[in-house]
């Protein structure tokens, strides 16, 4: 992997950050990179409408242009909403990043038609991929991969016009099949913590015995294999309570689960629990459990190691970058609910689980600063 560099002004640079519309999941990612982004430049972005406040209040210096997007769970529809989703956003690209001097790309999906129109203003182009969800869904699902198919290959092509790559871990480049980039991907994340509000309230010894998942209700987060897994947690630990935190399609389904199997009285569903209450959760919880299919860098894992609770999650994405099994927290070899309960179980047996817990905050407290994002950042960007 190299860094390609890219020469320009130290003076009046402008980026131009592209990122499309999503879940509210996205907000933190959004602003984390605007924020970084914003030491060293001026900030446009495109993106649609997020539902939460954060975004209104920190994007209030930014100039920001919003295009609407309507989610459905019709695979068919998705897709001919995303194609005009790009139409939209190159029309205004064609405006807004006449003036730039970079485009950013901080999505995973096609987006060829706004790169193309970057490209043609001959504007460098960087692409930040934080997931791989298309690909993902369209190994799980036949119909869906026949659908998707398009899109990936847009995405392809997005790919070898792009000038750089970022990538959350050098995993990924094998993981996500990227390997004939390698010459244009560099290795970074826009993930930092505010070391001075992350403050332990609950001492994990006074905490109840709760072990919780937070995150969107969605296939590829393993959501419902989680919840699959609780009639097994519970025949080695009866004691034990559960949270789930989050929204998403398979909110339903969860729920009818939790009702079949007569869970009610010992799982909680919260609904989307807002950014600003999760620490209020994390200092309650005995474990997190992230069972995905699919990760680039959760931040939720950041600030669960934070705040001094463990965590358990699958080999995916940048995350064993983090976590070591038995080190900084708990590593499952896959997100099978027969796994998933055997290694709920064993982590909470660990009897080095306060050692743990501080290895896995020291860590993140050394590694995930505002600093140590913001250089690299500069170094990806160019000599500025």
């Avoid at 994007?59 to 939209?88: A, C, D, M, P």
């Avoid at 807002?274 to 919880?285: A, G, K, R, S, V």
């Amino acid at each position: 992997m190299t860094d390609i560099p890219i020469k320009m002004s130290r003076e009046h640079m402008v980026t131009c950050v592209i990122a499309y519309p999503v879940s509210k999941a996205f907000a933190t990612p959004l602003l984390n990179t605007e924020k970084i982004l914003r030491s060293f430049s001026d900030v446009r972005v495109i993106t649609g409408t997020i539902e939460d406040a954060r975004v209104e209040t920190d994007l209030s210096g930014v100039r920001t242009y919003g295009v609407q997007h309507k989610t459905t769970t019709n695979v068919f529809v998705w897709i001919l909403r995303y194609l005009l989703l790009e139409v939209r956003i190159s029309l205004i690209m064609a405006k807004v990043a006449q003036k730039a001097d970079v485009c950013i790309f901080f999505m995973e999906g096609g987006a060829l038609l706004p790169v193309l129109i970057a490209k043609v203003l001959g504007k460098k182009i960087i692409r930040v991929v934080p997931s791989s969800i298309l690909k993902e869904t369209a190994k799980s699902h036949k119909i869906k991969r026949v659908a998707l198919l398009p899109l990936i290959c847009l995405q392809t092509i997005a790919y070898t016009l792009s000038d750089k790559i970022v990538l959350y871990s050098p995993d990924l480049i094998k993981e996500w099949g990227l390997e004939k980039y390698k010459n244009k991907i560099c290795i970074a994340h826009e993930h930092f913590l505010d070391f001075d509000t992350l403050k332990i309230r609950k001492e994990y010894k006074k905490r109840g015995n709760l072990v919780g998942y937070i995150g969107r209700l969605d296939e590829e987060k393993g959501a419902l294999n989680f919840v699959r897994a609780i009639p097994e947690i519970m025949k080695e630990k009866d004691d034990l309570e559960f949270i789930i935190g989050g929204d998403g399609w398979l909110r339903d389904e969860i729920e009818k689960y939790i009702r079949k199997e007569n869970l009610g009285d010992k799982v909680e569903l919260t609904g989307w629990i807002p950014h600003d209450e999760i620490p209020d959760y994390l200092n309650t919880l005995k474990l997190v459990v992230l069972p995905s299919y699919t990760e680039g860098l959760p931040n939720l894992m950041l600030e669960a190691m934070a705040y001094g609770t463990p965590v358990l999650a699958t080999p995916v994405g940048a995350v064993q970058d983090v976590i070591k099994d038995g080190e900084t927290g708990f590593i499952m070899q896959d997100n099978s609910p027969e796994c998933i309960a055997e290694n709920v179980v064993r982590a909470l047996d660990h009897p080095d689980t306060e050692c743990i817990m501080g290895r896995a905050e020291a860590l993140v407290a050394q590694t995930f600063t505002y600093k140590a994002a913001t250089e690299r950042y500069k170094e990806i960007v160019g000599d500025i």
